[in-house]
């Protein structure tokens, strides 16, 4: 098949045209006429991940986070992109609108924590573009429980958490964003107790005490590789005869 057919494909599971305006989805690297046999499907794409495509036989990676983000100034032998022209290899990236989709990142993170925690049924978007969701714990809990169970949950090395409560107050309602969503502390703060992400910069932990947000980290890897296999089904259902693989590297980086 050709490019398109499986750009098509991807976009009908979470539709380019929903990405926020700093995203930068869609087909980045390869022509849309280009033959299509065989798909590795990533949470990012690394010179090493294209290495790995390439002695699978994979003339396609499909992965959450852009290969291209900034606009390059050059294209070192290094660089990812290069790498991929260089095995005639072509990339789709599929990012915010991963998150957003109904039953994306956010519904999974929510979905894979709903029992342990106790969460309630109703699920509400944290942003108006979708990004985030917002829900009700059926029993309050400290933060650090919730830390503690989404770190067992979500197979965390570690968890960073501030608990900014007031007087032991628990958690009734959590904000949840896949990723590094604490630029949405702020407008978590109006609608929830704590928020629960992952890649949170320092100056957020100070922003968090100062307005009494509680706040939970749980690592950007650990709160999205879900979306490999995600893709992984959803391109199985709707490309039958494509050839998948899963990348199974895991983190790039070690705990001690």
């Known amino acids: 098949m050709k490019v398109q057919e499986v750009l098509a494909a991807v976009n009908a599971i979470a539709p380019f045209e929903t990405q926020e305006g700093w995203d930068n989805s869609g087909l980045l690297v390869g022509s849309i006429w280009q033959e299509v046999k065989h798909v590795m499907v990533s949470l990012d794409i690394s010179a090493k991940i294209v290495d790995a495509a390439a002695e699978k036989g994979c003339d396609m990676i499909i992965s959450h986070h852009p290969v291209i983000f ?32 109904e039953g994306g990142l956010n519904d999974l993170l929510v979905e894979a924590l709903r029992e342990k925690l106790g969460l309630t049924e109703e699920v509400l978007p944290l942003e108006e573009s979708g ?10 809990k400290s933060v650090e429980e919730i830390a503690k169970i989404a770190k067992e949950v979500l197979k965390c090395h570690t968890v960073r958490y501030l608990d900014a409560g007031v007087n032991g107050e628990k958690v009734k309602t959590l904000a949840i964003c896949t990723g590094s969503g604490a630029s949405l ?72």
């Open 185 to 256: 502390l702020e407008l978590a703060d109006a609608r929830a107790d704590a928020l629960l992400t992952g890649d949170v910069k320092h100056d957020r932990w100070y922003t968090a005490q100062d307005i009494f947000m509680s706040l939970i980290d749980c690592g950007h890897f650990h709160t999205e590789i879900a979306a490999v296999d995600y893709l992984a089904d959803k391109l199985k259902e709707k490309l039958p005869d494509l050839e998948i693989t899963k990348w199974d590297g895991g983190e790039p980086v070690k705990y001690v």
């Open 131 to 140: 990004l985030g969701r917002v829900v009700t714990l059926a029993e309050e």
């Open 70 to 101: 900034d606009a390059l100034k050059c294209v070192p032998a290094e660089h990812p992109v290069y790498q991929l022209a260089s095995n005639n290899m072509t990339a789709i990236c599929c990012h915010t609108p991963l998150d957003i989709v």
